[in-house]
């Protein structure tokens, strides 16, 4: 949301979001990406400000949990293992996004028997390394549009069953729900045990609020659940050269990140508290 690539130059934003009202920060690395994690941890932890690290930079294809190939999901492993490392070294208490395969790839196929399988091997020992590390290994459904593998959080949910470790948790998002989902209360029924947060972003990626999303489902399938993890916002800074063109993002839908977050923050608070207003008399 507010620089392509995080470099030491870049903890002035968390100062900044964190004077916005903002209580965590995701910060996306890579391998294009170097910094100091031992600043990032005393800067974020003289703030208060909690941070999770997401793997938004430069990712390897040949990286992926879910390959065919044995030796790329060799590869992967050691791969999220090293982002593991670096989000534990900058005080990031989660690893979050969609780290059973890699956000691209879509094979058009009847998947293979053994695909969740080996990929739920995989998941299994990244999430006991994370744990080891102190880091959660947290998971996120996909659009078709991005990945095969999982974009319901039934398919999630079946993929963790699988990978059986207590160190994996839930994240979702209402941008890739909006295609994948029809029944919000089942949807988060689903997770509700590992759900740890919520991507609240509208359908087309914009401030939430004002498109298709029905945030009065969201809110209260949340509150059914006693959810009590964190609502946060994502989006592509579209005023940064071609960054947000090239991540698929072809509208102006964040053009300046603080008012996104002003806006986002408030819309969001008032849902939240809407939905546990009791409902009027019939």
Known sequence: MFVETWSDASLGILDRVRELGTDIFEISVG????FTPAEV???AEGLGLALT???GGVWPAECDLSSDSPEERAL????HSGI???AAEMGAFAYCGAAYGHPGTVKRRRPPEDEYPRTAEGLHHLADYAERR???LVLEPMSH??????NTPEQLMRLIELADHGNIKVNLDTYHMITEVRDYAAAFHTVRDRLIGLHACENDRGCPGGGLVPWAEVFAALRRIDFDGYLMLEAYNSSIGDFAYRRGMFHNVCPDPEDYI???HRFLREMWNRSAAPADPE
């Open 31 to 34: 391998d294009d990406m170097d």
């Open 41 to 43: 941890r005393r800067r």
């Open 53 to 55: 690290a997401g793997p």
């Open 76 to 79: 992967g492993l050691r791969w």
């Open 84 to 86: 593991v490392d670096l």
């Open 134 to 136: 102190g880091v959660l």
């Open 145 to 150: 549009f991005r990945t095969h593998m999982v």
């Open 262 to 264: 002003r806006r986002g």
